[in-house]
């Protein structure tokens, strides 16, 4: 995460300071609550939006076409997203995801697919996409992972027991920016908030289109 130095101006009888910050709006710190289609017990939903790269979500059952295996963050208020990650816990090559959609919604029942991602072998996947606003509710939906090909031939003493077909998380990450600006007009105060899509390169915000006040 980062936060700009901020941007002070006058405004008529008062002034304004103009900050921008990255952030991780799936940790449970940031008021985020999850959920998933199935979890294996000790190893719920809520551990892969701990901060806690140790602790990992473990479906309880295979990842299918017809009956994918996800995880939903629910955000506190509407936010703008244009970029995503997952980690998978070390060891966990049989557990990937392989093949999973990130989606996202506004009322947590139709959900609108804005990443998908097909074939993948990497531990630590970083999906980008076109900003969207208004996003209540993220998901990653996985719908494969690794077959398992057992050795062959199969070392002394017998073949291994395959692997459980679970798909394991340790991270999600929902990266996103916002504007807060706070400034005193005729003195009062006022503190407005806007969540926003980021260029990190140079750390300006884009997309403000309209903004909330949280307090006076």
Known sequence: DWTTSGTSEDLGDGKYNMVVERWDWSLASNSATVS???????????????SDGSSDWQSLDEPLLADPEFRTVTFP??????????????GSDDHLPEDFKWQVSTDGT???????????????????????????????????IPTYVAPSPCPKGGCPTPPD??????????????????GTVENINRKIERTVAVDDSTRTATGQIDWAEINA
């Not at 190893?43 to 701990?50: G, I, S």
């Not at 509407?78 to 995503?84: A, E, H, S």
């Not at 077909?165 to 706070?182: C, D, F, M």
């Open 36 to 50: 998933a289609s199935s979890s294996e017990s000790g190893q719920e939903a809520t551990y892969a939006t701990d």
């Open 77 to 90: 208020y509407p936010r703008t997203l244009n970029n995503v990650c997952f980690v998978v816990p070390s």
């Open 165 to 182: 077909a679970v798909v394991r998380v340790a991270t999600i990450e929902a990266i996103g920016s916002k504007v807060t600006v706070t």
């Open 110 to 144: 139709d959900f609108t697919t804005v990443s998908t991602t097909s074939g993948s072998t990497s531990m630590d996947v970083t999906s980008e996409f076109t900003a969207v606003g208004d996003v209540n509710y993220l998901r990653l939906n996985v719908t494969s």
